[in-house]
């Protein structure tokens, strides 16, 4: 989703603005700007354009936009198309401020209107250049940016982080957030901030992430923190320790593939350390005193809220959850979640996940269950992130920085992260014997290499894909934990090849999908051996009898499934809870070789962005 960059200190601004800007590119976006204001009141100098940064290299041209204050913006259109007008950054009436903005000034119509009755006239289509056009009116009667960018906040509903210069102060930055990120970054000489993490990490590894209703001052070299009401304030400190290697492909051609690869290792580390030496399972996270492992003896109803991919594997919890330690589980996409009249008592435990941790419908969903006095777990990938502060705990997946837009390692490193937080639950309530969950863990820890030899069958997957790339329709089914990879097969291949896709409960084929069926229609089974894989192969005769050509994913050792099925990839034989860790590689290979073949955009598919910090 959109990303902000801003920059005062002794360096030139653009510079530092355009390299921060394709370090956010992988979170997707439709238009890019960038706005520097001159030192001496002279001037402040924008340029923004629809499409790539690319198309904004071109329109600077090689000008020097002159001043060491900027701001640098990629959006993600919400209101009007993507086109130059309507790109970040917006100048007030005045043509002194200008003004970046993520997320959705929700009363812009009605502040619109009041304006316009002022005299105020528009360029754009955007919310945004409404409230750069407020905080100008109000600048004019505060006579200071700070008071006048709190004072709009007063009035202006919705979830955002903003950012904004002035021509006549020519050296400050003020931020504010509600709801969306605001990382400030500080450094002796220079102040910078970033909608995430990534954008500052070439400059300083010492930031802060600004709270709720803060607004931040950047000067070169100091940041000033207060509330909306003018009260000093301090965001969250941290400190980053993830290196710039980790966010770069690494000689892989583009950052999905690199992911894919990577998962063997994302696994391992989030499977690090689980177990003290009497063989126990030890979740340090979950510790932060008796109160916590209290909470999760007395629980008696799970409710797991995400969205996309992380919904996918949160639908892993109830199988994994409700098997070993017998605890009721619904999962519900966050964004249905937090409109609806859930159920919650003390006795509840949200386990809200969010790779980002920034999902906005995800976010929504955990408070609105803290403030009903459930107990939020989050599971994140992004330490420090909006949701793992919003909740009780976090367990964080450890997968290392996630930069291609479609998820994979953080998928798998979910998954196995319910599984350790299904069986801690099954130890605490003693659901299982120990020396049961002792078992389970440890059969975990081969995960990794049997993930490795998944990962080997490539060349084969790749030569499948580009049988499969002409198709119109792909559909997937699968029954029990098949299911959710189904529908995590179907989702992968249709946001980066844009082939139309879908995942169905594989019992479900016959009350109607079955109707889509066509002659040589290719269908994706996940058939790997285990209590319902017979039912699943009487469902591959189904289609198969309508002239569907199909791909299984099946346990090694299965020959008989070569009678079924026109294609089979093999995945090694593990717990049946565990199957999804290792039946999704081959799906998210033979996605990504699609979409080469396609020749999409693999890293940044069309209309889609990395973090939704929108509604
Ligand atoms: C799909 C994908 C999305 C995300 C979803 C939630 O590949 O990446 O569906 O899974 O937007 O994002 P997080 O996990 O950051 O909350």
């Known amino acids: 989703m959109c990303g902000i960059i801003g920059y005062t200190g002794p360096d030139p601004a653009l510079d530092v603005l355009v390299d921060g800007l394709a370090t956010l590119e992988y979170r997707g976006y439709d238009s890019a700007g960038v706005a520097v204001v001159a030192p001496g009141g002279n001037g402040l100098s924008v340029v923004k354009c629809a499409g790539k940064l690319s198309n904004l290299r071109a329109a600077l041209d090689g000008q020097a936009l002159p001043g060491t204050t900027g701001l640098g913006h990629t959006r993600w259109a919400t209101h009007g198309h993507p086109t130059d007008n309507n790109a970040h950054p917006h100048v007030d009436a005045s043509g002194d401020l200008a003004v970046i903005h993520n997320g959705i000034f929700e009363n812009y119509a009605d502040l619109k209107a009041e304006l316009a009755a002022d005299g105020h006239t528009f360029t754009s289509d955007t919310d945004t250049e409404v409230v750069a056009h407020l905080i100008g009116a109000l600048r004019e009667q505060t006579g200071d940016l700070a008071d006048a960018v709190r004072a709009a906040l007063h009035r202006v509903t919705g979830a955002f982080a903003l950012a904004v210069i002035d021509r006549r102060d020519p050296t400050a930055i003020v931020a504010a957030r509600r709801a969306a990120p605001m990382i400030l970054g500080r450094r002796d000489d220079a102040s910078l901030l970033a909608s995430d993490v990534a954008g500052l990490i070439a400059h300083t590894r010492d930031v802060e992430a600004l709270l709720d209703g803060q607004v931040a001052v950047l000067e070169p070299g100091r940041v000033t923190v207060t509330d909306l009401d003018g009260n000093p304030a301090e965001g969250h400190r941290y400190h980053v320790d993830w290196d710039v290697s980790a966010a770069e492909k690494a000689g892989y051609d583009h950052f999905m593939l690199k992911e894919i690869h990577e998962q063997p290792r994302a696994v391992a580390e989030t499977l690090l350390r689980r177990t003290d030496a009497d063989g126990r399972i030890v979740v340090d996270e979950l510790r932060g005193g008796p109160a916590v492992e209290d909470d999760l003896r007395h629980v008696d109803k799970v409710y797991v809220v995400a969205s996309g991919t992380s919904y996918h594997a949160g639908m892993v919890a109830k199988y994994a959850i409700e098997h070993w330690a017998r605890i009721p589980v619904e999962v519900e996409i966050a964004s249905e979640f937090r409109y609806r009249d859930p159920l919650l008592t003390p006795h509840t435990l949200v386990v809200a996940i969010s790779q980002s941790g920034e999902t906005s419908d995800t976010i929504a969903a955990a408070v609105h269950a803290r403030d009903q006095r459930a107990k939020v ?208 590689v081959p799906l998210q290979l033979l996605s990504y070789h699609i979409a080469v073949v396609l020749g999409r955009d693999v890293d940044q598919p069309r209309n889609l962005a990395k973090t939704v910090t929108v509604e």
């Open 377 to 584: 777990l989050a599971i994140s990938n992004v330490v420090g992130s909006t949701l793992a502060r919003e909740a009780d705990a976090v367990l964080y997946t450890r997968a290392g920085p996630e930069i291609a837009v479609a998820s994979t390692k953080a998928f798998t490193t979910q998954i196995v992260a319910l599984d350790i937080l299904a069986l801690y639950l099954a130890q605490l309530r003693r659901a299982l014997f120990p020396d049961e969950c002792r078992d389970h863990l440890a059969r975990m820890d081969a995960l990794p290499m049997l993930m490795q030899q998944v990962l080997e069958q490539e060349p084969a997957i790749a030569a499948l894909a580009r049988q499969f790339a002409g198709a119109g329709y792909v559909m997937f089914f699968g029954r029990h934990v098949g299911l959710l990879i189904a529908l995590e097969g179907a989702l992968k291949l249709k946001e980066i090849s844009y082939i139309h896709a879908e995942g169905f409960p594989a019992g479900e084929m016959k009350h109607g999908p079955i109707a889509l069926i066509e002659d040589g229609g290719p269908v994706v089974a996940l058939a790997t051996r285990g209590h319902v894989r017979d039912k699943v192969v009487s469902n591959i005769q189904q289609v198969k009898g309508r002239g569907a050509v199909v791909l299984a994913v099946a346990t090694d050792g299965d020959t008989e499934i070569k009678q079924h099925a026109d294609h089979v990839v093999y995945v090694p034989e593990v717990h049946e809870l565990l199957y999804p860790i290792l039946t999704v």
